[in-house]
């Protein structure tokens, strides 16, 4: 089945610096890549929408320049968390849809980010 | 608003059947999806429904009646391993993804 590759799976990083997510299609090609973010005990949130190619689309209330994320190629989206801060840390989930019509997502296995 | 309920927790006991129910209101509608997510993972696709009725796939079988804005999720020959939590989302009409909160399922021997 389709695999999607996210890494690193945790990262604890220092207040101020940055962090790359990446998130890699292994056997197919994602045109779309979505960013989600997950808090404990909550429902996962859209941040944005990566497009190969394209600038990303950004749901209401992400700031764009702290969460920049890069589609350069049709196998490799990144998110990048810069000047994180403690209440940046989360969940990051990326997913690729697939399947005719998009029916399906698959979803890269997470990263967990602490920020101290 | 767009909105999409389920209960927040269920027990349920080894080798038994629980129903997982998920209402939604949205702006439009594209497809339901039902995902498995354990603790600290991603969530993995389970089931999608489009149409109305029952899709079957194995122990797992998904529910939808769009008329009433309403799905289920079945779990038959409940197993210890299927203690997560359970995600409904909406694909509403601009085909963006609309998650519920997630029902946490404790399954007891």
């Known amino acids: 089945g389709a695999v999607v590759s996210q890494h690193p799976s945790w990262v604890i990083c220092k207040s101020g610096t940055s962090v790359k997510i990446e998130c890699r299609s292994l056997d197919f090609q994602a045109t779309t890549m979505f960013w989600y973010r997950q808090f404990p005990k909550q429902s996962l949130m859209l941040m944005a929408t990566?497009?190969?190619?394209?600038?990303?689309?950004?749901e209401q209330g992400v700031e764009k320049d702290k969460f920049l994320i890069n589609h350069a190629s049709l196998t490799l989206s990144t998110l990048t968390v810069t000047s994180a801060h403690p209440e940046d840390s989360s969940f990051y989930i990326c997913?690729?849809?697939?399947?005719?019509?998009?029916?399906?997502?698959?979803f890269g296995q997470g990263t967990r980010l602490t920020v101290v | 608003g767009q909105n999409i309920d389920q209960p927040t927790e269920m027990t349920a006991t080894e080798g038994a059947i629980v129903q997982i129910n998920c209402t939604y209101q949205?702006?439009?509608?594209?497809?339901l999806f039902w995902y498995q997510q354990h603790a600290g993972e991603a969530p993995t696709f389970l089931s999608y429904?489009?149409l109305d009725g029952l899709e079957e796939k194995g122990r797992f079988s998904s529910f939808l009646s769009r008329s009433k804005g309403y799905s289920y999720l079945l779990l038959k020959e409940l197993q210890m391993k299927d203690s997560a939590s359970y995600l409904c989302?909406?694909?509403?009409?601009?085909?963006?993804?609309?998650w519920g909160a997630g029902t946490k399922l404790i399954i007891k021997p």
């Open positions: 429904n489009v």
């Open positions: 949205t702006s439009g509608f594209n497809g």
């Open positions: 989302a909406v694909k509403d009409s601009n085909y963006q993804l609309i």
């Open positions: 990566s497009n190969e190619g394209s600038k990303a689309t950004y």
């Open positions: 997913s690729a849809p697939i399947g005719e019509g998009n029916t399906e997502a698959f």
